[in-house]
């Protein structure tokens, strides 16, 4: 299979600022609902900061969940697919997502909703031309959030459509996994087991609109089901042992396999929890998996969406480990009752993925400087992982190369 980054390096130098110009506008719209999310949960930590609008707490895990992620994901399947119509996924996503936080709820749901009806398009035109179990996973996830955004528009709350929220990234990222497992030549039996897992997590959300309890603990069987799949059949168990890159993203990808382990075991215990065990439910899975995959596939595919490169280096792992440390010390607030172990742990977390974004940010401008001074014709030791192509794992194949 073709890699993204195949693509950055195949073409001009003058097509990638005009490549990445055109997206930028994309990216904003889910860097602004990360902001606006990020701001709210201060408030729901009870941080006392000045809140520009309600909503932004009010509607925290729709902000994070589709209007920064749910952009994030339906950009990065629009630069695969290549065709321009597919852009309008992440135009969606992230329109509704500033309308969200400007405290416009009721368009907002729409045009979230119709971002996830898009994206189920376009992976429906990319099993058009490749089918393939990966796809059918990821293409569920897509509908998990379609369906997610009409009940949401139906009326109901957003504690009520939390299952579909998590089938919609916990199933996007098991297919894309699963299509790295493929290509290391996994067997058709194994692969039986993660459809098998997939299959509990959706018909754990289905259950979970009608009762809340038994839909809650199923999904979250399926969940630490899954985690058990990946962390026997996944590539990075191999990948760890090496070095740079592929142990980062490996690193990155095992942590978020524990919590999503420690996810469906809070699920399928307490069914649909409250209180703190509630906050630990779901920032076990959006944290401390889902963000974990965000911080190891991202020296992928920033450079594949935006045209820049994104080298590795060590520094990186200072925000992972701040990540995880201090999302345990969030749920260990939640599970022993420790308001003031809650708050801080949140604060850190937070602290976590703006870190994340400087030191990504830091990097890219290191290497930018390197090439730099090779142009002008001085001698520059590389940067690590500047050069080498993406090794143990992407977030997601091509189908081909994008059209200028």
């Known amino acids: 299979m073709e890699n993204q980054s195949a693509g950055v390096r195949g073409r001009s130098p003058r097509a990638a600022p005009r490549l990445a110009a055109r997206r930028l506008p994309?990216?904003?719209?889910?860097?602004?609902?990360?902001?606006?999310?990020?701001?709210?949960?201060?408030?729901?930590?009870?941080?006392?900061?000045?809140?520009?609008?309600?909503?932004?707490?009010?509607?925290?895990?729709?902000l994070m969940a589709l209007g920064f992620l749910g952009t994030l994901i339906s950009l990065e399947r629009s630069v695969a697919l290549g065709r321009p119509w597919a852009y309008a996924s992440p135009a969606l996503a992230g329109l509704g997502a500033l309308t969200t936080a400007a405290g416009f709820t009721a368009p907002g749901r729409v045009l979230l909703t119709a971002a996830g009806g898009w994206l189920v398009a376009v992976y429906i035109a990319v099993l058009g031309r490749r089918t393939g179990r990966d796809l059918a996973v990821q293409t569920a996830g897509a509908a998990a959030w379609y369906i997610a955004g009409l009940l949401w528009i139906g009326g109901r709350g957003v504690g009520d459509i939390v299952?579909?929220?998590?089938?919609?990234?916990?199933?996007?990222?098991a297919?894309?996994?699963?299509e790295l497992a493929r290509v290391a030549f996994l067997g058709r039996r194994a692969s039986d087991g993660l459809l098998g897992t997939a299959a509990l997590i959706g018909?754990?959300?289905?259950?979970?609109?009608?009762?809340?309890?038994?839909?809650w603990r199923l999904t979250g069987l399926g969940m630490a089901a899954l985690a058990g799949w990946l962390a026997v059949h996944d590539i990075a168990r191999r990948t760890v042992r090496g070095t740079g890159l592929p142990r980062f993203a490996a690193a990155c990808l095992l942590a978020g396999y524990a919590w999503l382990a420690a996810a469906g075991t809070i699920w399928l215990a307490a069914g649909r929890p409250s209180?703190?065990?509630?906050?630990?439910?779901?920032?076990?899975v959006f944290l401390g998996f889902v963000m974990s995959m965000v911080f190891g596939h991202a020296p992928v595919i920033l450079p594949a969406?935006?045209?820049?490169?994104?080298?590795?280096?060590?520094v990186l792992y200072a925000p992972l480990v701040l990540l995880h440390a201090s999302l345990l010390l969030r749920v260990g607030g939640d599970l022993t009752g420790s308001p003031a172990a809650r708050t801080l742990g949140g604060v850190l977390g937070e602290v976590s993925l703006l870190l994340f974004?400087?030191?990504?940010?830091?990097?890219?401008?290191?290497?930018d400087r390197a090439a730099s001074r090779l142009v002008d014709g001085a001698p520059s030791r590389p940067v690590d992982g500047a050069a080498s192509p993406p090794v143990g794992g992407t977030v997601s194949e091509p189908v081909e190369r994008e059209r200028s």
């Open 175 to 178: 297919g894309e996994r699963l």
């Open 357 to 367: 974004a400087a030191c990504a940010a830091a990097a890219s401008r290191l290497v």
């Open 26 to 62: 994309l990216l904003a719209g889910a860097l602004l609902s990360l902001l606006a999310g990020l701001w709210g949960a201060l408030n729901l930590l009870d941080v006392a900061v000045p809140l520009p609008r309600a909503s932004f707490a009010q509607q925290h895990g729709p």
């Open 163 to 173: 299952p579909w929220l998590a089938a919609f990234l916990v199933l996007t990222i």
């Open 203 to 215: 018909a754990g959300a289905a259950v979970s609109v009608w009762w809340a309890g038994p839909g």
């Open 275 to 284: 209180g703190g065990a509630y906050d630990a439910a779901l920032h076990a």
């Open 305 to 314: 969406v935006l045209r820049i490169r994104l080298p590795y280096h060590p």
